[in-house]
Protein backbone atom coordinates (compact mmCIF):
# COMPACT_ATOMS: atom_id res chain seq x y z
CA UNK A 1 0.00 0.00 0.00
CA UNK A 2 1.40 3.56 -0.85
CA UNK A 3 0.89 6.81 0.51
CA UNK A 4 -1.26 8.21 3.29
CA UNK A 5 -3.79 6.47 4.96
CA UNK A 6 -5.92 6.98 7.45
CA UNK A 7 -8.41 4.90 9.50
CA UNK A 8 -11.52 4.60 10.30
CA UNK A 9 -12.96 6.67 7.13
CA UNK A 10 -15.80 7.41 9.20
CA UNK A 11 -16.51 7.64 13.26
CA UNK A 12 -19.53 8.30 15.28
CA UNK A 13 -19.09 8.24 18.96
CA UNK A 14 -20.77 9.93 21.84
CA UNK A 15 -19.56 12.84 23.93
CA UNK A 16 -17.93 10.29 26.85
CA UNK A 17 -16.20 8.05 24.61
CA UNK A 18 -12.55 7.52 23.93
CA UNK A 19 -11.33 6.87 20.52
CA UNK A 20 -8.30 6.94 18.40
CA UNK A 21 -7.74 8.26 14.74
CA UNK A 22 -4.99 6.44 12.96
CA UNK A 23 -2.20 7.85 10.09
CA UNK A 24 0.06 5.72 8.51
CA UNK A 25 2.13 6.78 5.96
CA UNK A 26 4.40 4.79 3.49
CA UNK A 27 6.50 7.77 1.68
CA UNK A 28 9.72 7.47 3.87
CA UNK A 29 9.50 11.38 4.97
CA UNK A 30 9.89 12.61 8.55
CA UNK A 31 7.17 15.26 9.37
CA UNK A 32 3.25 14.64 9.82
CA UNK A 33 0.30 16.69 10.55
CA UNK A 34 -2.84 16.58 11.63
CA UNK A 35 -5.54 19.03 9.92
CA UNK A 36 -9.58 19.76 10.85
CA UNK A 37 -11.83 20.62 8.49
CA UNK A 38 -15.03 21.83 9.65
CA UNK A 39 -18.17 22.83 7.54
CA UNK A 40 -17.78 26.06 5.90
CA UNK A 41 -14.93 27.04 7.53
CA UNK A 42 -10.54 26.88 6.49
CA UNK A 43 -8.40 24.14 7.24
CA UNK A 44 -7.13 24.26 10.91
CA UNK A 45 -3.51 22.73 11.06
CA UNK A 46 -3.42 20.96 14.21
CA UNK A 47 -0.48 19.75 15.28
CA UNK A 48 2.86 18.98 13.44
CA UNK A 49 5.50 16.37 14.03
CA UNK A 50 8.86 16.15 13.06
CA UNK A 51 11.44 13.21 13.43
CA UNK A 52 8.60 11.82 16.01
CA UNK A 53 8.81 15.30 18.06
CA UNK A 54 6.02 17.49 18.48
CA UNK A 55 7.07 20.38 16.47
CA UNK A 56 3.80 22.85 16.59
CA UNK A 57 0.88 22.78 18.67
CA UNK A 58 -2.03 25.24 17.04
CA UNK A 59 -3.81 26.05 20.25
CA UNK A 60 -5.75 22.87 20.74
CA UNK A 61 -7.72 21.30 22.95
CA UNK A 62 -6.41 19.11 25.34
CA UNK A 63 -9.22 16.96 24.37
CA UNK A 64 -7.16 16.04 21.43
CA UNK A 65 -4.07 14.38 22.72
CA UNK A 66 -1.62 13.33 19.35
CA UNK A 67 0.89 10.38 19.22
CA UNK A 68 3.47 9.88 16.90
CA UNK A 69 5.86 6.40 18.17
CA UNK A 70 7.60 6.16 15.06
CA UNK A 71 8.26 8.50 11.70
CA UNK A 72 5.41 6.62 9.53
CA UNK A 73 2.37 6.53 12.00
CA UNK A 74 0.33 9.41 13.90
CA UNK A 75 -2.23 8.77 16.07
CA UNK A 76 -4.83 11.34 17.37
CA UNK A 77 -6.55 10.35 20.90
CA UNK A 78 -9.61 11.88 21.76
CA UNK A 79 -11.77 11.93 24.97
CA UNK A 80 -14.57 13.67 25.74
CA UNK A 81 -15.24 15.47 22.69
CA UNK A 82 -17.86 18.17 21.87
CA UNK A 83 -19.95 18.31 19.11
CA UNK A 84 -18.61 21.13 17.66
CA UNK A 85 -15.74 18.85 17.11
CA UNK A 86 -17.34 17.22 14.39
CA UNK A 87 -15.56 17.71 11.22
CA UNK A 88 -12.93 15.78 8.75
CA UNK A 89 -9.79 15.20 10.13
CA UNK A 90 -7.20 15.00 8.07
CA UNK A 91 -3.83 13.62 8.06
CA UNK A 92 -0.52 14.52 5.97
CA UNK A 93 3.02 13.57 5.72
CA UNK A 94 6.51 15.18 4.18
CA UNK A 95 9.86 15.00 4.26
CA UNK A 96 10.66 18.47 5.84
CA UNK A 97 8.09 20.28 6.83
CA UNK A 98 7.61 22.29 3.71
CA UNK A 99 4.16 22.77 2.84
CA UNK A 100 4.56 22.12 -1.08
CA UNK A 101 5.66 18.69 -0.32
CA UNK A 102 2.78 17.22 1.94
CA UNK A 103 0.69 14.41 0.94
CA UNK A 104 -2.90 14.21 2.10
CA UNK A 105 -4.80 11.39 3.49
CA UNK A 106 -8.43 10.81 2.24
CA UNK A 107 -9.56 12.17 5.84
CA UNK A 108 -11.48 10.80 8.63
CA UNK A 109 -15.07 12.42 8.67
CA UNK A 110 -15.88 12.33 12.83
CA UNK A 111 -19.33 12.98 14.15
CA UNK A 112 -19.58 13.98 17.92
CA UNK A 113 -23.32 13.22 19.24
CA UNK B 1 -11.76 38.86 9.01
CA UNK B 2 -10.17 36.07 7.32
CA UNK B 3 -5.98 37.12 6.60
CA UNK B 4 -6.84 34.94 3.60
CA UNK B 5 -10.06 35.62 1.65
CA UNK B 6 -10.90 33.70 -1.78
CA UNK B 7 -13.65 34.30 -4.44
CA UNK B 8 -16.14 33.29 -6.14
CA UNK B 9 -17.02 30.93 -2.90
CA UNK B 10 -18.50 28.66 -5.67
CA UNK B 11 -18.44 28.62 -9.18
CA UNK B 12 -20.60 26.67 -11.79
CA UNK B 13 -19.53 26.51 -15.47
CA UNK B 14 -19.75 24.35 -18.72
CA UNK B 15 -16.98 22.49 -19.80
CA UNK B 16 -14.74 23.92 -21.50
CA UNK B 17 -14.91 27.58 -20.10
CA UNK B 18 -11.99 29.13 -19.26
CA UNK B 19 -11.83 29.67 -14.99
CA UNK B 20 -10.58 31.68 -12.92
CA UNK B 21 -10.11 31.50 -8.69
CA UNK B 22 -8.83 34.38 -6.76
CA UNK B 23 -6.87 34.26 -3.60
CA UNK B 24 -6.15 37.95 -1.69
CA UNK B 25 -4.14 38.03 1.53
CA UNK B 26 -3.67 40.64 3.92
CA UNK B 27 -0.07 39.51 5.65
CA UNK B 28 3.38 39.23 4.22
CA UNK B 29 3.92 35.98 3.52
CA UNK B 30 6.61 33.79 1.88
CA UNK B 31 4.96 31.50 0.18
CA UNK B 32 1.42 30.56 -1.15
CA UNK B 33 0.18 27.05 -2.31
CA UNK B 34 -2.79 25.99 -3.95
CA UNK B 35 -4.46 22.66 -2.69
CA UNK B 36 -7.21 20.84 -4.22
CA UNK B 37 -9.96 18.93 -2.56
CA UNK B 38 -11.93 15.96 -4.44
CA UNK B 39 -15.52 15.69 -2.91
CA UNK B 40 -15.13 12.80 -0.22
CA UNK B 41 -11.84 14.91 0.81
CA UNK B 42 -8.50 14.06 -0.07
CA UNK B 43 -6.48 16.74 -0.67
CA UNK B 44 -3.55 17.32 -3.62
CA UNK B 45 -1.33 20.36 -3.35
CA UNK B 46 -1.50 21.61 -6.53
CA UNK B 47 1.40 24.48 -6.92
CA UNK B 48 3.41 26.38 -4.31
CA UNK B 49 4.70 30.21 -5.63
CA UNK B 50 6.71 32.75 -4.47
CA UNK B 51 6.79 34.87 -7.11
CA UNK B 52 5.88 34.75 -10.87
CA UNK B 53 3.86 32.12 -12.81
CA UNK B 54 3.48 28.19 -12.63
CA UNK B 55 1.77 26.36 -15.10
CA UNK B 56 1.23 22.40 -14.96
CA UNK B 57 -1.39 21.06 -17.61
CA UNK B 58 -4.11 22.79 -17.85
CA UNK B 59 -3.48 24.81 -14.84
CA UNK B 60 -1.83 28.09 -14.38
CA UNK B 61 -1.18 29.74 -11.43
CA UNK B 62 0.45 33.13 -10.41
CA UNK B 63 1.08 35.69 -7.93
CA UNK B 64 1.33 39.13 -7.60
CA UNK B 65 3.34 40.25 -4.68
CA UNK B 66 2.87 43.79 -4.23
CA UNK B 67 -0.72 43.37 -4.49
CA UNK B 68 -1.22 40.48 -2.30
CA UNK B 69 -2.97 38.65 -4.89
CA UNK B 70 -3.13 35.22 -6.88
CA UNK B 71 -5.05 33.50 -9.10
CA UNK B 72 -6.03 30.16 -10.36
CA UNK B 73 -6.72 29.64 -14.30
CA UNK B 74 -8.46 26.18 -15.46
CA UNK B 75 -8.28 25.82 -18.89
CA UNK B 76 -10.19 23.58 -21.17
CA UNK B 77 -12.37 22.89 -18.23
CA UNK B 78 -13.61 19.57 -17.39
CA UNK B 79 -16.43 17.63 -14.95
CA UNK B 80 -13.22 15.94 -13.17
CA UNK B 81 -12.09 19.38 -12.20
CA UNK B 82 -14.60 19.66 -10.21
CA UNK B 83 -13.18 19.91 -6.88
CA UNK B 84 -13.10 22.17 -3.59
CA UNK B 85 -9.77 24.91 -4.11
CA UNK B 86 -7.98 26.24 -1.41
CA UNK B 87 -5.60 28.92 -1.11
CA UNK B 88 -3.02 29.12 1.74
CA UNK B 89 -0.36 31.13 2.81
CA UNK B 90 3.06 30.79 4.82
CA UNK B 91 3.02 34.24 6.74
CA UNK B 92 6.40 35.49 7.18
CA UNK B 93 6.35 36.70 10.46
CA UNK B 94 5.96 33.31 12.39
CA UNK B 95 6.01 31.04 9.76
CA UNK B 96 2.14 29.95 10.07
CA UNK B 97 0.05 28.03 7.36
CA UNK B 98 -3.21 30.01 7.12
CA UNK B 99 -6.09 28.85 4.93
CA UNK B 100 -8.92 30.21 2.77
CA UNK B 101 -12.36 28.96 2.92
CA UNK B 102 -11.70 27.28 -0.28
CA UNK B 103 -13.92 27.76 -3.90
CA UNK B 104 -16.28 25.11 -4.32
CA UNK B 105 -15.94 24.39 -8.40
CA UNK B 106 -18.62 22.68 -10.38
CA UNK B 107 -17.85 21.84 -14.14
CA UNK B 108 -21.32 20.68 -16.22
CA UNK B 109 -20.80 18.26 -18.89
Known amino acids: ETGVTQTPRHLVMGMTNKKSLKCEQHLGHNAMYWYKQSAKKPLELMFVYSLEERVENNSVPSRFSPECPNSSHLFLHLHTLQPEDSALYLC????????????FGPGTRLTVL | KNEVEQSPQNLTAQEGEFITINCSYSVGISALHWLQQHPGGGIVSLFMLSSGKKKHGRLIATINIQEKHSSLHITASHPRDSAVYICAVRRWRDDKIIFGKGTRLHILP
Open chain 1, 92 to 103: ASSQGTSMDTQY
